[in-house]
């Protein structure tokens, strides 16, 4: 069915794999999405992955490294620069740390991708979390915490990667704020203020729809901020 040019598009980026529990919660997630919010999976290596305008919010999945990590790039720029709606979840928020390293003019160095590499941004975990849940502590005064409480959560992971602590400054400088951490984890959230919606997460918020049939208070955020920014599309 086609959708109105006045609705609401979200792109999901990532390599979709149904055998991933966390890209079948994804699918689940969109499903409960409103009608006229039009969302689709976009791959890496496809040649929509390039070509995002028209789009009202960009979810970085999970499932890095990516096929086509430099698609995944350009699109993170894009979204800085352009004032998208943005969203990452696990490989999305070490991509996102990564944008922003660059920002801070840090060679945004993966360890996943490059071991030998010293110095990476994105370390290996002493502790991998692979279908693992830590309890989340949102930084007071962020969007993470208007949106999904003050107090501690849990939050499902399966990363064995994150922003080492050395890093920490590094997005900071970029205009990030640590926007939660979790034990083990380190930082578990990152965001940036005066962005419209720019908020990256190592726990994976969908996780749990496919149960529940409800949406994550951050995913609703990051719909209605996808929303918000058809008007200014528009314009």
Same mark, same amino acid.
């Given at each position: 069915?086609?959708?109105?040019?006045?609705?609401?598009?979200?792109?999901?980026?990532?390599?979709?794999?149904?055998?991933?529990?966390?890209?079948?919660?994804?699918?689940?997630?969109? !499903?409960?999405?409103?009608?006229?919010?039009?969302?689709?999976?976009? $791959?890496?290596?496809?040649?929509?992955?390039?070509?995002?305008?028209?789009?009202?919010?960009?979810?970085?999945?999970?499932?890095?490294?990516?096929?086509?990590?430099?698609?995944?790039?350009?699109?993170?720029?894009?979204?800085?620069?352009?004032?998208?709606?943005?969203?990452?979840?696990?490989?999305?928020?070490?991509?996102?740390?990564?944008?922003?390293? $660059?920002?801070?003019?840090?060679?945004?160095?993966?360890?996943?991708?490059?071991?030998?590499?010293?110095?990476?941004?994105?370390?290996?975990?002493?502790?991998?979390?692979?279908?693992?849940? $830590?309890?989340?502590?949102?930084?007071?005064?962020?969007?993470?915490? !208007?949106?999904?409480?003050?107090?501690?959560?849990?939050?499902?992971?399966?990363?064995?990667?994150?922003?080492?602590?050395?890093?920490?400054?590094?997005?900071?400088?970029?205009?990030?704020?640590?926007?939660?951490?979790?034990?083990?984890?380190?930082?578990? !959230?990152?965001?940036?203020?005066?962005?419209?919606?720019?908020?990256?997460?190592?726990?994976?918020?969908?996780?749990?729809?496919?149960?529940?049939?409800?949406?994550?208070?951050?995913?609703?955020?990051?719909?209605?901020?996808?929303?918000?920014?058809?008007? $200014?599309?528009?314009?």
């Amino acid at each position: 069915m086609r959708v109105p040019e006045s609705s609401t598009t979200i792109v999901v980026l990532g390599d979709r794999d149904e055998r991933h529990l966390t890209h079948r919660e994804i699918d689940a997630t969109l !499903a409960l999405l409103p009608a006229d919010v039009g969302a689709r999976w976009v $791959r890496t290596d496809g040649e929509d992955a390039v070509a995002l305008n028209g789009v009202d919010g960009l979810w970085l999945a999970p499932g890095g490294p990516y096929a086509r990590d430099s698609a995944v790039d350009a699109a993170v720029e894009r979204c800085l620069d352009h004032g998208t709606p943005f969203l990452g979840t696990c490989s999305g928020f070490q991509y996102a740390c990564l944008a922003l390293a $660059r920002r801070a003019g840090v060679r945004a160095v993966h360890a996943e991708v490059d071991p030998s590499a010293t110095g990476a941004v994105i370390g290996q975990l002493a502790c991998s979390l692979y279908g693992e849940e $830590r309890v989340v502590t949102p930084s007071p005064g962020t969007t993470l915490a !208007a949106t999904c409480g003050a107090d501690p959560f849990v939050g499902f992971h399966y990363c064995g990667y994150g922003l080492a602590q050395q890093h920490e400054r590094t997005v900071e400088r970029a205009g990030a704020v640590i926007a939660a951490r979790a034990p083990d984890m380190g930082v578990e !959230a990152i965001e940036l203020p005066g962005h419209p919606f720019f908020v990256a997460t190592a726990f994976q918020p969908q996780v749990g729809a496919g149960v529940t049939g409800r949406m994550h208070p951050l995913l609703d955020a990051f719909v209605r901020a996808a929303a918000g920014h058809v008007s $200014r599309r528009q314009a």
